[in-house]
T-cell receptor, first 116, second 116 residues
Framework: AQKITQTQPGMFVQEKEAVTLDCTYD???????LFWYKQPSSGEMIFLIY??????QNATEGRYSLNFQKARKSANLVISASQLGDSAMYFC?????????????FGSGTRLQVQP | DVKVTQSSRYLVKRTGEKVFLECVQD?????MFWYRQDPGLGLRLIYF???????EKGDIPEGYSVSREKKERFSLILESASTNQTSMYLC???????????????FGPGTRLTVL
């Protein structure tokens, strides 16, 4: 079974509107972390936001927020007031288990295009 | 700021050649990772290392080996390159021992390898 599922291969949004990128995950470990990364056409992976499984509040970082619904095992990224520079690939990733010597499992990504 | 560098942005090699991809980080991170990125598959872990001379296989280690002789440097080796190893290779590093609340992975710019 897929550990991380991103069901939207591509999304379009108008500049200045909000957009939600979906991510569902699958783990039986009570301790885990969820990450979102942005990959512009230049190729570098840019860390956006983190949510720990025990965090009580949804994470926010500037225009990015993470809609964490633990019972539904979803961790959607919300980008408010989209900008042209937000056009990129977005990856959801999970670390299973507590932080330490652990790698990430990535979803297949969503390509977001912001239209003027 | 964390800086992860990779020896080449673009590389073209012939089938059967031995290929070295180098990654260097300047933040004294104990963990380093090599991922491979292919369209529609997201990032997949090849190997990671949690200390000098220590390594663990990831999801797709076949055809690859790694070397970590110094803490800041992690090398990925393709012993005999094949055309199915044409891909984007991303190196990352992180630390949890530094006392942070997360173990965010920081990525290098990537190496796009073509094997002819």
């Amino acid at each position: 079974a897929q550990k991380i599922t991103q069901t939207q291969p591509g999304m379009f949004v108008q500049e200045k509107e909000a957009v939600t990128l979906d991510c569902t995950y699958d783990t039986s470990d009570p301790s885990y972390g969820l990450f979102w990364y942005k990959q512009p056409s230049s190729g570098e992976m840019i860390f956006l936001i983190y949510q720990g499984s025990y965090d009580q509040q949804n994470a926010t970082e500037g225009r990015y927020s993470l809609n964490f619904q633990k019972a539904r095992k979803s961790a959607n990224l919300v980008i408010s007031a989209s900008q042209l520079g937000d056009s990129a690939m977005y990856f959801c990733a999970m670390r299973e288990g507590p932080a330490g010597r652990r790698a990430l499992t990535f979803g297949s990504g969503t390509r977001l295009q912001v239209q003027p | 700021d964390v800086k992860v560098t990779q020896s080449s942005r673009y590389l073209v090699k012939r089938t059967g050649e031995k290929v070295f991809l180098e990654c260097v980080q300047d933040m004294d991170h104990e963990n380093m990772f090599w991922y491979r990125q292919d369209p529609g598959l997201g990032l997949r872990l090849i190997y990671f290392s949690y200390d000098v001379k220590m390594k663990e296989k990831g999801d797709i280690p076949e055809g690859y080996s790694v070397s970590r002789e110094k803490k800041e440097r992690f090398s990925l080796i393709l012993e005999s390159a094949s055309t199915n190893q044409t891909s984007m290779y991303l190196c990352a590093s992180n630390s949890f021992l530094a006392g942070g609340f997360t173990d965010t992975q920081y990525f290098g710019p990537g190496t796009r390898l073509t094997v002819l």
